[in-house]
């Protein structure tokens, strides 16, 4: 089951071939809160979503919020996230462009540059209004660095990877020297975008890594959605009864210490039914009949 904003009377045909041939046997032009509650009650269908996943605004992610626990999601989402790390070799413009476009997610998707060369952090924030403005709708994008852009200077590369660490945004792209480096020493992250020609932009819309991340720092903790989010691990015990003999006699130990002694009277009863003749190094409770 799906659901997607409708565009006028329908929803966009590309939408709706995508969600086909990934699935989804019905398909509702629908979003938002209302999207949501539709799932997971059923509503249309008589058949209640197990999870939801997918992005959503402000709005979608409480909603997500309030019905865990009714039904699985994906992550707790806050507003869309992004971290440049740049050092002397990155053009600024380049920066700039790329801050730019993750700015106009929304009002309040902040945008964060680490670098260790003042001349470039300074030229970014020289340069940012003008590209800004060069947008078709500039209002979103300038909000959201007007309230929620940063420019951090640090002393140097393991700094860096330092700050970004305690940042542990939902995207980081890295326009610096020795790729690999930063590859081997960022911890934090959602997604990582290593390089000038790997713009962010691209796994927005067409790289084809996760787009569904942790933000609000919880990278440090989890990454995005995969596909053990859609499976559900059942487990199940057999034991002969040689193999109460050890594991019995651990769970009955164990059991006192923790002073539970129900559970250790669980086993305890069989380590006398099946082994009645065996002297054990430690006393098994005699539990009375009553059947």
């Not at 939408?15 to 949501?36: E, F, R, W």
């Not at 999601?73 to 869309?80: E, L, S």
């Not at 660490?165 to 480096?181: M, N």
């Not at 067409?206 to 059942?234: C, D, E, M």
Request: net charge negative; charged share 20%; glycine share 8%.
């Amino acid at each position: 089951m799906a659901c997607t904003p409708p565009r006028g009377d329908s929803i966009n045909p590309t939408v709706a071939y995508a969600l086909s041939i990934s699935g989804a046997d019905v398909i509702m032009a629908m979003g938002g809160v209302q999207a949501v509650g539709t799932m997971v009650f059923g509503l249309f269908t008589g058949k209640p979503a197990d999870i939801i996943v997918g992005p959503g605004n402000a709005f979608v992610a409480e909603a997500k919020r309030m019905l865990y626990g009714e039904v699985g999601i994906d992550v707790f989402a806050g507003p869309t996230e992004s971290l440049i790390i740049a050092d002397e070799t990155a053009e600024p413009m380049i920066v700039a462009v790329d801050l730019v476009s993750q700015c106009e997610h929304g009002y309040d998707s902040p945008v964060w540059l680490l670098t260790d060369s003042s001349a470039l952090g300074e030229k970014v924030i020289e340069i940012m209004p003008k590209v800004i403005a060069d947008l078709p709708n500039p209002e979103v994008a300038a909000s959201s660095w007007e309230n929620y852009g940063e420019v951090v200077l640090c002393e140097d590369r393991e700094a860096l990877a330092r700050v970004n660490d305690e940042y542990a945004a939902e995207h980081v792209q890295v326009i610096a020297e020795d790729l690999d480096w930063y590859l081997a020493n960022l911890k934090n992250y959602g997604s990582l975008f290593l390089g000038e020609g790997c713009t962010v932009s691209y796994g927005d819309k067409t790289s084809g890594t996760n787009h569904i991340l942790p933000t609000k720092k919880a990278a440090r903790y989890s990454g995005g959605l995969n596909v053990g989010k859609f499976i559900k691990t059942l487990t199940y015990q057999k034991l002969t009864k040689e193999a109460n003999r050890t594991i019995g006699a651990v769970a009955s130990r164990i059991s006192r210490y923790e002073g539970m002694e129900g559970h250790a009277r669980a086993a305890d009863i069989r380590l006398r039914k099946y082994f009645p003749d065996e002297k054990f190094d430690f006393e098994i409770y005699n539990q009375k009949s009553y059947t």
